[in-house]
């Protein structure tokens, strides 16, 4: 393949008119003299990009890699810092191994990387581009188009098959692997530093909860109250979510994944909450419920249950315990109470860096029966027991959390308990 200027590897320094950062290096655990991009806009720590960049980089060596291919949204905000809800269009770091990152980035976004990101290399693709080519084209170009083992992302969203079928047509010289898992493990145990700016979020759910409480009465609809939670959210510096906050009123409550509507509340009724808020995004989120005038019985025992089963979870979780054994203690409170057909989904799933469609980590790792990994510190969790009955209720309470050295730590300040407004 012929390589056209336009797609040539350049340096993103030599390309911005107004400099508006320093170029440095860091040295990173391998020896090598990391060119970076350094200003204040950035979400972390020169240190901490360097710290993922050595996490990356031996699991490249471990699985014997020439080079990786991040593809993920939520993989390359982690690993370069750089965000943009244009992800629908192509995106691809190249991370040769023990080298300096190419990214081949559309030609109308590179402009967001001096912004967001540490890296300093760039390829443009434009949009008249076949953007797999372009990453040939690099690949070509950093020597790594022959005899080399290169990682790709097979279980990502975003690896097409057509994606998979260039690599191999253009450079069948190469073997490509599996290696969606490098990435994974690297998100699924956070820093001190993450987990400073998810903390960050969780303060923005606590404000937008608080709102929605003092919003539930009698009269209002589900979509006058979302609209104030949403409001809460971006007033006080919140981006746009992963999901939106799913907050319904009555019987419409036992519909998972879905948000608002016109109908009012009753005099004697619920209002459901599951409300996330994201920074640099990193993500927290809290579930509650709030009972309206005289709840039924049977609602309050709901609930009851399901701020026990987070209860029962949080005494588990510790290093060293498996997500089977919390998934097991959540549910064993659930099905005593009598709610147990009623409490269908996992306990809850890794929760950090999010991007439309989710707002979790589930395919990283849940909190779910037979899963047997050890939780170690770092990992955090969002965990929304919950409670669904069809045409009648849905009742939960939920935690987002950090695994510590001796157990688990909550995000949000707010009270777990049974909430009546009367």
Known sequence: MALDQDRDIFDVADHTEHVTFQKTTRKTAGGVDLPMILHDRLAFSPEEFVRRYDVIQAAMEREGLDALLIRGP?????????????????????????????????DFEWINTPEFAWSTRIAKVFDWDHPPSVTVNVLQQLGLGQGKRIGVEKQGFFYTVDEHETLTRDLPGNEYTDATQILWDARMVKSAEEVAVMKRSAALVDMAMEAGYDATRPGASADEISGIVNKTLFENGGEYMGLPPFILAGERSCLPHQTGGANRLADDDLMYFEISASKHRYTAALMRTIFVGNPKDEWVRAAEACIGAVAAAMGTIKPGATPHDADTAARAVTQKAGFGEYHRNRLGYSIGVSYPPDWGEGEIISLRQEEYRELVPGMTFHMPPLCLKYREFGIGFSESIVVTETGCERFSKLPREVMIKR
């Open 74 to 106: 939520e993989n390359i905000t982690y690993f370069s810092g750089y965000e943009t809800p244009g992800y629908y269009k192509y995106h691809c770091v190249v991370v040769p191994k023990d080298g300096e990152p190419v990214f081949a980035v559309r």
